[in-house]
């Protein structure tokens, strides 16, 4: 793919760290499903709140990593997370894999819920302390009929105050970032025919969340700014290591 070594002990196709998180998100998704016909909601309890929502929770920062939306949310991330997470894992090793995989994943959570502020305090200050009230008193019981309110600001209120985000993207992005400095001139097949190198893929990709994020097209129900928080937190972190000596 370039000139770069992998690891002394050959390329594994299915490293162990890489094995064990595709593992744990498939776990979560099956309890996920079997445990919502007992009446468990485990993406209210597991999935990231805004913190002005009484849903959120600490561990969520954390959690929200491994919960997935539905069957194309986690194939299409965890194939991702294998076809990236292989050729860094056998070029860094376990160990700083794993720790660069869940500080992208955290750091997307923490750059989401920064926009999520922003959002939630534009939309408040033209909002009456009744309306906001009776947002957070009803408006969870409402999106689970799915309804919303017709008002649009407290239709977003009620959005953002109710609606967990969820999903490994943010980490994903921040391997597509490693995998594009880490092999630059490697080749990408778009839809699997067409070959462009690795960074000017991750270059395109960026600037295209950057777009979707800044354009906050409604209803495209894609955490944008979590995956660019997942790049810039891996961009940081990779510069970090580099300044410090570390061999890449």
């Known amino acids: 793919m370039s000139n770069q070594q992998i690891r002394p002990g050959g390329f ?16 979560f998704f099956l309890a996920t499903m079997a445990l919502s016909r007992y009446g468990i909601d485990l993406v209210e309890m597991l999935g990231l709140f805004i913190p002005q929502s009484e849903y959120f929770r600490p561990h969520q920062l954390v959690s929200y990593i491994f919960m997935h939306g539905g069957m194309n949310h986690i194939f299409f991330n965890m194939f991702a997370l294998w076809m990236f997470g292989n050729a860094i894992e056998n ?4 160990k700083r894999f794993l720790i660069y995989y869940m500080v992208t994943g955290l750091g997307a959570g923490f750059i989401h819920l920064g926009v999520m502020e922003f ?18 008193t009803e408006g969870s019981a409402i999106l689970q009929v799915g309804q919303n309110y017709s008002d649009a600001g407290l239709s977003q209120l009620n959005l953002l105050l109710n609606t967990p985000t969820v999903g490994a993207s943010g980490a994903v992005f921040g391997l597509l970032l ?44 894609v955490a944008h700014f979590a995956h660019l928080g997942g790049m810039v937190f891996g961009f940081i972190l990779i510069k970090y290591w580099r300044t410090k000596g570390s061999q890449f």
């Open 12 to 27: 594994n196709i299915l490293p162990l760290v890489v094995k064990n998180l595709l593992i744990i998100n498939g776990l």
């Open 91 to 94: 070029y860094w090793g376990g």
């Open 119 to 136: 959002q939630l305090f534009s939309v408040m200050k033209d909002l009456s302390l009744d309306q906001i009230e009776m947002v957070k």
């Open 178 to 221: 490693a995998f594009g400095m880490m092999f630059p001139n490697a080749q990408i097949y778009l839809f699997f025919l067409l070959p462009i190198k690795a960074k000017y893929f991750v270059i395109g990709y960026g600037l295209m969340e950057l777009f979707s994020g800044v354009s906050n097209r409604a209803g495209d129900n």
